[in-house]
Every structure is written in C-alpha cells, then in structure tokens.
C-alpha cells in the first residue's frame, strides 16, 4: 500500500471513529430516556383508556390472526399504519408477553424523537444547543404516552421526522431529500389521521420559502397598493373559495365554520390546548419558540434559518388550526376536552426555535413581546383540572395534578408558578441576547435555563407517568386476578360475552383485552358499548341465540359463553366463575360450555347492576323446563317511600326477533313497604314464561334528597330465581 492510499485509509478511519464519539451524546440521551420510560412501562400493569387503546388492539389482533382488520370480527377499514405495525408482537398468543412487547416498542419508537429533532436543530444551531433541543423534545410530558397502546407512540417521532425531511428537501433541493420529503408526507395520515396536516404543512412550508427569497423581496419592493390590495383579495377568495369546498365536503369543516357561536369555541378551546402544552413544556419554549420564527434586527441572513422557521411556522399553523377545530368539533359531538394531545407534534419545532435564540443570542423584541403577552394569557385562560388524577388529552396539566394529589396545592398556586415560570424564563432571556452581559456569563446562563426546561419536562413527564400507573393499579381490582380466566379455560375456543344492565364497561372492557378467545361483545339492552360493533342477539320463543335473519342459520355459533348472571342464564355446563367490582359491588361472571345450537335457560331485564329496577321496569324470561315450578321475586323499597306493585305472568311471544311478554295468564297486585322488604312466590308453568313487575311509585333519589346525588328513576331493589320445589316454609303469593 502506497502513502497516499494509508492516507486516505487513516482519514476515514478518523473520520469514521469522530462520528461515532459525536453520536455517544446523542443515543445516550436515547438508551437513558427508553430505560426510564421502559420502567414506567413495566409499572403501567393494564390498559385503562380502552376506548383507544382496545380499538387499536382489537385490529391489530385481528391483522395478526387473518391479515385483515376488523373489530370484534367485523371488518374494519384501515385507519392508521399502528395496529400493523405492532400486529407482528400479537402473534404471541399469551397476552401478558404480547402487551409487554408492544409497550416496550412503543417506548423505543417514541423516544427515537430524539434524532430528528436533533438533525432538525443541527440545521440552524451547533451541537450542545441541538442536544439540548432533542433531548427537551424527548422529555415532555406527552412521552408518558409512551406505555399506552396509542397512535401517539409512532406518530410523534414522525411528525418529526417529516419537518426534518421537509426541510433538508427545502434546503438541499436533491432528489433524494425531496422524494424522502414526498414519500413522508404521503405516508403521514397513514401513521395517525391527524398528520393529514404534514402534507399541508410541506405546501406551505414551500411558499413561505418563496415568500422570503430574495428574489421574491425584491419583486414586493416594486408593488404598488393598488398590487397588495389585488394580492390581498386573490387570498382571501382563495380561502373563501377552500373553506366553501370543505364545507360542502367535509362535515366536521362545516359544523365548526357554520355558526357564530361554534367560530369562538375555535378560539378559546384551541387556546386551551396551545395552554396546556405551553404548561407542560415549561412555558418559555412556546415563547421563544414562536418569536424565533422572526428575525431579529441586525441578524445576518441565513438560507438555514430562513427555511428553518419556514417549516415551523408551516407546522404550527398546521396543527394548530387542526386542533382548535377539532377542539370544537368534539364540542358538538362529544363534550368539551382539552386537546393538547393534537397539538403535541410542534414541540420539538418550538425547542428547536428555543435552541436558535439561546445560542445566536439574538431575538425579535417585538415578536418575544407579542408571545410572552399570549402565554400570559394562555396561563391564566387555560383549566388545569387539578380536580382529576390525569387528564388523558392533556398531560401537560400532569405535574399540577400530581402536585394537588401529594401536595394539596390549588390552581390559584399552580397559576402563579406557571408564571412565575414565564417570568424568571423572560428574564433569563433577555440577559442572554443582551449584549452588555459578557459572553461566558450569556452561555451559563443559557445552558442553566435549558437544563432548566429539560428538568421541568421530565417532572412532567413523570408526574404523567405517576397518574396513568396508579390509575391501572386501581383498575386491576375491577377484574381481579387471574386476568385471562377465560382463554386459561377455553384455550382460544370462540367466546361471547353476553350482558345486560351494564353501567360501567370498565370490568368488560379489561374482560375483552386480556382474553383473546372473547371474538363477540353484546348485551340483551344495548347497555355494552364499542369499541367495535355490540348489537344484541336475536332470540327465538324457545331461547335460541342467532346473529342472522334465519333462527334456523345462526350465523355465529360459539364454544363458551361469559354470562353476566344472574340475569343472563346460558344452556350448557358451568366451567368457571369470576369475581369482579362495579363501584362497591363485587359481582360474578360465569364461564359456561355451551350447548350447540346456543341457546338461553332465562333472562331477565330492566335491572342495574346495584339491583334497582329503572324506569321501564322489570323482565323476566324462562325458555325451558321439564315440569312447572316456582318464580321468587324479591323486593325492597330500602328506606323510600311504599309502592303498589303488579306482577304479570303470560307466555312468551316474539316481535322484532325479541322476546315479550305475550297475553296474561295471572297477574297479581301488592304493596311493598317502605323498610319492610317482599318476597313473592309465583306458580310458573313448565313450558316458557314471561313475566313482568311494574313498581308504580318510581322515583329519582337525588330529587328527593339531594345529598344522595343518584340521578336514575328507580322503581325496586329485586331479583328472580326459578325454583322446582316450594322451599320450607314458603308460601304461595295470592296477590289483592
């Protein structure tokens, strides 16, 4: 080997090994985050906001097991790229394993912000302030999103990675960054809906770059206000011309631009959201962060900067439009929330524009003056909701929530450190673009107040962290363990879960999470709820359950059954029974091996949970018998006022696929006590029998008394049970 070949050989190996001492910052800040937030993973024992996060399992086993999505067997269109990227982890049949996997990706994706941030920033600031930006971007609160079964985990980092991509195609204008740019862009709303933004964002990321190019300078300098005026009115058809489009086409569009009212719900819960992110981010980023997108007077033009601030404009009007209207969409449809979870992706733009003003020491006054006047506002404007232990879409309201939950701290407290936060963080600042304070002093005081904001954000994040693991801890208690006594039993065989007078959904929707062999999810009231599909049964005259037209072509025949007894009663043999809680109330679920064709022993409805009738009374169903019998029905008006009560007794008839009662055979009247509690033994034939309890004095506790707080009708505490012999000592009702 000649001299100048050992050469070469040496620089690229020098080369080769900078590189690799220049990265040990940046993936140590990465291998450290994912350790803390694996742990926070680990810890996190259950799902708990399953409307998401059973959605996204739901389809994503259903990928894994067919290749197709679907919720609870029905096909489902696809969404999001999430649930396919994580079906892969679902191929491990054994819950408990699976979940863990798909957390433990879930923290890795997410924390990988980290790296597209930092090139972000490395585009406009030297290294320590981009490792300052990208490890503040992997710090904020949101990253306890990370151990959740959400779009979030892979959405954030690629929100990222496309401002970073868009940029670098802005800048390099190759091919290659620009096709990379494009491919991102269209891919975006793939990974989560609401990154149908990115692609907007990259078309004005390009005009704003055209907007401040020298040459289009130039050619401004030479319009006349006649020119402006024109110009002025081309946009504003333009826009009117966009938004008349959307408002024929897209109905969210429409319901939020169509009256007056709902046009200031755009403005003042988007401010509740730019609120709580700019709380959990330490307030200051989203000051400076918005006036880096100006320049500052006397700052020497850069192509970097000015395409830099081209992208984070694009991106925060972008998203910030996208959350203020969804924001009040949800208004309408839903109820009123804090969507600072939309708004999450420009955080690394802002830290970014934080890192560019602490380094280049310069700032537009005025733009800083206009930005600390709005977080001031957002501060005192935005609901903390200390009064909750985590608000889901908003966990940059985490750390004031957990300071209320250890520290018994107010929102009056919370505001005044949040401005105080603004204050000392203004301060800071402006020593730091002073010229008049040396140099050295500039930089200590600039790195202080970014590990500052980087300690804030990690509080923040961990106070999230702290809320979403103690609210699943709480939670086990609603199943109880074993979680998957059901596939334990079942071994993956078809199962449905069947219910009735559910209130609360928790216990089922943990029930469905952690037993794969649950495929169908109904109830004989439609008091179960989605994710996915939860129509009730059809049930013939004799019991028969069939999910189709034809009794005789049941459509879906399954192997066990989970039935919410005693009001769900199942043909077949008992296989297992479970405990779970509903408020106070520890209730029992059992597992049954179902006779083919599945079919029902008894029924009954218009019970609650607590065992209080509601407001259309009480049913009971019986489907088969081999002789007659007898029917208790006990009730008791507690502590309420008395009651006239009519029992009826008739055969079962069948309309619209559902069983009534149909005629009368014996119907009996008698008055329930108050404090005095009735027992009612009624002869019932051996063939099917419908029976129906009218209490007639219902009543609303809480209009009664209003410390009781319980808002239902209520009518009766009771129950059925079939017996085939008169107990001891028991007695035949005549009735009045």
């Given at each position: 080997?000649?001299?100048v070949?050992a050469?070469t050989?040496?620089r690229?190996s020098?080369?080769?090994?900078?590189?690799?001492?220049?990265?040990?910052?940046?993936?140590?800040?990465?291998?450290?985050?994912?350790?803390?937030y694996?742990v926070?993973a680990?810890k996190r024992?259950?799902?708990?906001?399953?409307?998401?996060?059973l959605e996204?399992?739901?389809?994503?086993?259903?990928?894994?097991?067919?290749?197709?999505?679907?919720?609870?067997?029905?096909?489902?269109s696809?969404?999001?790229?999430?649930p396919?990227?994580?079906?892969?982890?679902?191929?491990?049949?054994?819950v408990?394993?699976a979940y863990?996997?798909v957390?433990?990706v879930?923290?890795?994706?997410?924390t990988?912000?980290?790296?597209p941030?930092?090139f972000?920033?490395?585009?406009?600031?030297g290294?320590?302030?981009?490792?300052?930006?990208a490890?503040?971007?992997?710090?904020?609160?949101?990253?306890?999103?990370s151990?959740?079964?959400?779009?979030?985990?892979?959405?954030?980092?690629?929100?990222?990675?496309?401002?970073?991509?868009?940029?670098?195609?802005?800048?390099?204008?190759s091919?290659?960054?620009?096709?990379?740019?494009?491919?991102a862009?269209?891919?975006?709303?793939?990974?989560r809906?609401?990154?149908v933004?990115?692609?907007?964002?990259?078309?004005?990321?390009?005009l704003?770059?055209?907007?401040?190019?020298?040459?289009?300078?130039?050619y401004r300098?030479?319009?006349?206000t006649?020119?402006?005026?024109?110009?002025?009115a081309?946009v504003?058809?333009v826009?009117?011309?966009?938004?008349?489009?959307?408002?024929?086409?897209?109905?969210?569009?429409?319901?939020?631009?169509?009256?007056?009212?709902t046009?200031?719900?755009?403005?003042?819960?988007?401010?509740?959201?730019?609120g709580?992110l700019?709380?959990?981010?330490?307030?200051?980023?989203?000051?400076?962060?918005?006036?880096?997108?100006?320049?500052?007077?006397?700052?020497?033009?850069?192509?970097?900067?000015?395409i830099f601030?081209?992208?984070?404009a694009?991106?925060i009007?972008?998203?910030?439009?996208?959350?203020?209207?969804?924001?009040?969409?949800?208004?309408?449809?839903?109820?009123?929330?804090i969507?600072?979870?939309?708004?999450?992706?420009?955080?690394?733009?802002?830290?970014?524009?934080?890192a560019?003003?602490?380094?280049?020491?310069?700032?537009n006054?005025?733009a800083?003056?206009?930005?600390t006047?709005?977080a001031f506002?957002?501060?005192?404007?935005t609901?903390?909701?200390?009064?909750?232990?985590?608000?889901?879409?908003?966990?940059g309201?985490?750390?004031?929530?957990q300071?209320n939950?250890?520290?018994?701290?107010t929102?009056g407290?919370?505001q005044?450190?949040?401005?105080?936060?603004?204050?000392v963080?203004?301060?800071v600042?402006?020593?730091?673009?002073?010229?008049?304070?040396?140099?050295?002093l500039?930089v200590?005081?600039?790195?202080?107040l970014?590990?500052?904001?980087?300690?804030?954000?990690?509080?923040?994040?961990?106070?999230?962290?702290?809320?979403?693991?103690?609210?699943?801890?709480?939670?086990?208690?609603?199943l109880?363990?074993p979680f998957?006594?059901?596939?334990?039993?079942?071994?993956?065989k078809?199962?449905?879960?069947?219910?009735q007078?559910v209130?609360?959904?928790?216990?089922?929707?943990?029930?469905e999470?952690?037993?794969?062999?649950?495929?169908?999810?109904?109830?004989?009231?439609?008091?179960?709820g989605?994710?996915?599909?939860?129509?009730?049964?059809?049930?013939?005259?004799g019991?028969?359950v069939?999910?189709?037209?034809?009794?005789a072509?049941p459509g879906?025949v399954?192997d066990?059954?989970?039935?919410?007894?005693?009001?769900v009663?199942?043909?077949?043999?008992?296989?297992?029974?479970?405990?779970y809680?509903?408020?106070?109330?520890?209730?029992?679920?059992?597992?049954?091996?179902?006779t083919?064709?599945?079919?029902?022993?008894?029924?009954?409805?218009?019970?609650?949970p607590?065992?209080?009738?509601?407001?259309?009374?009480?049913?009971y169903?019986?489907?088969?018998?081999?002789k007659?019998?007898?029917?208790?029905i006990?009730?008791?008006?507690?502590?309420w006022?008395?009651?006239?009560?009519?029992?009826?007794?008739g055969?079962i008839?069948?309309v619209?696929?559902?069983?009534?009662?149909?005629g009368?055979?014996?119907?009996?009247?008698?008055?329930v006590?108050?404090?005095?509690p009735?027992?009612?033994?009624?002869?019932?034939?051996?063939?099917?029998?419908?029976v129906?309890?009218?209490?007639?004095?219902?009543?609303?506790?809480?209009e009664?008394?209003?410390?009781?707080?319980?808002?239902?009708?209520?009518?009766?505490?009771?129950?059925?049970?079939?017996?085939?012999?008169?107990?001891?000592?028991?007695?035949?009702?005549?009735?009045?």
């Amino acid at each position: 080997m000649n001299a100048v070949a050992a050469g070469t050989v040496r620089r690229r190996s020098s080369s080769l090994t900078d590189r690799l001492v220049a990265a040990v910052p940046l993936v140590s800040i990465y291998l450290w985050l994912s350790i803390v937030y694996c742990v926070e993973a680990w810890k996190r024992v259950t799902p708990w906001l399953f409307t998401d996060e059973l959605e996204m399992t739901q389809i994503a086993r259903s990928i894994a097991d067919t290749g197709h999505p679907a919720r609870r067997g029905q096909s489902y269109s696809f969404h999001s790229l999430y649930p396919v990227l994580t079906a892969p982890l679902w191929l491990i049949h054994h819950v408990p394993t699976a979940y863990a996997g798909v957390k433990y990706v879930d923290v890795l994706a997410m924390t990988a912000v980290v790296f597209p941030t930092y090139f972000l920033a490395r585009i406009v600031v030297g290294r320590t302030a981009a490792l300052l930006a990208a490890a503040a971007a992997g710090c904020v609160p949101a990253l306890a999103y990370s151990s959740w079964l959400v779009e979030e985990t892979f959405a954030y980092p690629y929100a990222a990675l496309c401002f970073l991509l868009i940029a670098k195609a802005l800048l390099e204008r190759s091919r290659w960054w620009i096709a990379g740019a494009v491919v991102a862009s269209v891919v975006a709303p793939g990974v989560r809906g609401e990154l149908v933004v990115i692609p907007i964002a990259a078309l004005l990321a390009v005009l704003f770059v055209a907007w401040s190019s020298e040459r289009f300078r130039a050619y401004r300098r030479t319009w006349s206000t006649s020119d402006w005026i024109g110009f002025i009115a081309i946009v504003a058809g333009v826009i009117i011309v966009v938004s008349g489009y959307l408002t024929w086409h897209v109905t969210q569009w429409q319901m939020n631009t169509s009256y007056n009212w709902t046009k200031k719900r755009i403005f003042v819960y988007g401010d509740w959201a730019a609120g709580a992110l700019a709380i959990g981010l330490g307030v200051l980023p989203l000051v400076t962060g918005l006036a880096a997108l100006f320049g500052a007077p006397g700052e020497t033009p850069s192509r970097n900067v000015r395409i830099f601030r081209s992208t984070a404009a694009a991106g925060i009007i972008g998203f910030g439009v996208y959350t203020a209207m969804k924001a009040a969409y949800l208004t309408q449809v839903f109820e009123t929330r804090i969507e600072e979870r939309n708004l999450i992706y420009i955080a690394p733009l802002l830290f970014v524009g934080t890192a560019l003003v602490l380094e280049r020491r310069r700032v537009n006054i005025w733009a800083l003056a206009v930005a600390t006047v709005y977080a001031f506002y957002l501060v005192v404007g935005t609901p903390f909701k200390m009064d909750v232990q985590l608000y889901s879409d908003a966990l940059g309201l985490a750390i004031f929530q957990q300071a209320n939950r250890y520290f018994e701290w107010t929102p009056g407290m919370a505001q005044w450190l949040a401005l105080g936060l603004l204050a000392v963080g203004l301060v800071v600042t402006l020593a730091v673009c002073s010229r008049r304070v040396p140099k050295a002093l500039a930089v200590g005081l600039a790195a202080a107040l970014g590990v500052g904001l980087i300690a804030w954000n990690l509080t923040g994040e961990i106070s999230a962290a702290a809320g979403t693991v103690s609210i699943s801890r709480d939670s086990t208690p609603l199943l109880g363990h074993p979680f998957s006594w059901v596939d334990d039993e079942t071994h993956g065989k078809p199962t449905l879960y069947l219910g009735q007078g559910v209130v609360d959904q928790r216990p089922e929707w943990m029930l469905e999470f952690w037993n794969r062999s649950i495929k169908t999810v109904s109830s004989l009231d439609a008091s179960i709820g989605g994710p996915g599909p939860a129509g009730a049964p059809n049930i013939t005259a004799g019991g028969r359950v069939y999910w189709t037209a034809d009794p005789a072509n049941p459509g879906k025949v399954f192997d066990y059954a989970v039935e919410d007894w005693p009001c769900v009663d199942f043909a077949g043999t008992l296989a297992d029974r479970h405990a779970y809680r509903v408020g106070t109330n520890v209730k029992a679920w059992r597992l049954v091996r179902l006779t083919k064709p599945n079919a029902l022993l008894a029924q009954c409805s218009g019970i609650y949970p607590d065992g209080w009738s509601g407001p259309n009374d009480s049913m009971y169903f019986r489907y088969a018998g081999t002789k007659p019998g007898w029917l208790r029905i006990r009730l008791s008006r507690q502590h309420w006022a008395p009651s006239p009560v009519t029992v009826q007794l008739g055969p079962i008839g069948v309309v619209n696929r559902t069983p009534v009662l149909n005629g009368l055979t014996k119907q009996l009247r008698f008055q329930v006590a108050a404090d005095q509690p009735k027992t009612v033994w009624l002869r019932v034939p051996g063939r099917g029998f419908a029976v129906r309890t009218i209490v007639e004095n219902k009543f609303v506790p809480r209009e009664l008394n209003p410390g009781v707080g319980d808002p239902r009708t209520l009518g009766a505490l009771m129950d059925y049970r079939f017996f085939t012999k008169l107990p001891h000592g028991a007695k035949p009702s005549t009735g009045s």
